[in-house]
Structure formats: C-alpha cells, structure tokens
C-alpha cells in the first residue's frame, strides 16, 4: 500500500518555524518530494530527498529518514505568502504517490 | 518559456456524458503524467506515458483512458461520467520517464459532473 500520513492543518505566526511531518511505508520508495500548493492553483516543486539527510533550500529545508519511513519539511522565518497545502509525495514505479497534504495557515 | 498548459481549465458535464481534456508538456520533456485531486485530497496518479507509451496506470476505472501524441502532448478520456468524477485534473511533465527529477504541473482543468 502506499499509506502516506501528514496532519491535516496548523496554524501558526509570520516569522516563526513550522515542522511539516510525512510518514509512509518504506516499500518500494524510490525517493520524497515535497510540494507547495495555494488554493485553486497547481502544486509547485519545493524539494527532492533521495538521501538519509537535511536539504536546505534558502528558508525550506527537508529531512529523510529511509529506514524509519520519515520525512518532515521545515518553514523558516514563515511569511504570510506561505499560507498554503503542503503535500508529501513518495516516489515508487516511476509515480508519486500523494499524501492528502497538510493545511498551513500563517497568521500576523 | 511556456510552462504545461491545459484546457480546458474549467468545465461542466452531466452524467453520462465523456469529457476529453487537453495537456501541452514544457518543451523537451516526453513524459506527460495525470493525476485527479478531489478537493481536500492529495493528487492521485491516473496515467504516465513516455515516448508515446502508457509507462504506468493507477487504480482507475476503464472509463478512463489517455494518449500521448509524436509532439509529446496528451488528451485524457473520461467516459460515462460520474458524480464522483467531479475534481481537478492536473496534467504534469518531466524531462524523461523515470522521474529522474521534479514533475512540473499545469494550472489543471476543473471537472464539475452535475
């Protein structure tokens, strides 16, 4: 199966830190991405793990863990444009498999 | 440079009916995957094709049925439509078939069955 958990929402304030956690069954994986999606519109790239470790990628950085099946995206020094879905994808045969995404709301 | 376009990008259709939306990959990139995202739901993979083959299909009904064209675009089919087939449909591309790197999506085309 390809059961891909993230929380559902979370709230918190322009300028702090957000931890996004995804966790999926290890199977198969063939590498993480994660995706920024603003209401009505597409999602957007925002990174690729494919290697035990942190990405860092200006204020977004990414984590993996390939053997406890664990990823997690961190949003630094949060802005009030970040307020979107953010969805874990885990890569298996050559498709993404989506997690339903993760609601974050950035308020002043 | 042009991004994946769709279309259309919104329409509506009643049960029963077949519905055939449209994606233009990003220039140089042969592979064109489709996801349906129901709303609240992450994207779920329908098709892949590369080089004009089906390379993968997802857990969907035969209703649905895609191709990929020699210019690498693609139409997605939908037949005898469903209430529950009401979603955004997003069509994304990548350089090769492997997923070698990131899938670039388009705006999508948003599918109301009444």
């Known amino acids: 199966g390809q059961n891909i958990d993230q929380p559902t929402e979370m709230t918190a304030t322009e300028g702090a830190i957000v931890q996004i956690n995804c966790t999926y069954q290890?199977?198969?994986?063939?590498?993480l991405f994660w995706y920024q999606q603003h209401a009505g519109e597409a999602p957007t790239f925002l990174s690729y793990n494919v290697l035990d470790g942190l990405e860092e990628k200006g204020r977004f950085s990414s984590f993996l863990s390939r053997s406890k099946g664990y990823s997690y995206l961190l949003l630094k020094e949060l802005q009030m444009k970040d307020s979107a879905s953010y969805l874990c994808?885990?890569?298996?045969?050559?498709?993404?498999?989506f997690g339903k995404g993760n609601q974050v709301v950035v308020i002043p | 440079d042009a991004g994946v376009t769709q279309s259309p990008t919104h329409l509506i259709k009643t049960r029963g009916q077949h519905v055939t939306l449209r994606c233009s990959p990003i220039s140089g990139h042969k592979s064109v995957s489709w996801y349906q995202q129901v709303l609240g739901q992450g994207p779920q993979f329908i098709f892949q094709?590369?080089?004009?083959?089906?390379?993968g299909r997802g857990n969907f009904p035969d209703r649905f049925s895609a191709r990929q064209f020699p210019n690498y675009s693609s139409e997605l089919n939908v037949n005898a439509l469903l209430l529950g087939d009401s979603a955004l449909y997003l069509c994304?591309?990548?350089?090769?078939?492997?997923?070698?790197?990131?899938?670039?999506f388009g705006e999508g085309s948003r599918l109301t069955v009444l």
């Open positions: 094709y590369y080089e004009k083959e089906e390379r």
């Open positions: 994808a885990v890569k298996r045969n050559n498709r993404l498999a």
């Open positions: 290890t199977s198969g994986f063939n590498g």
């Open positions: 994304a591309s990548s350089l090769a078939g492997g997923l070698a790197g990131e899938l670039f």
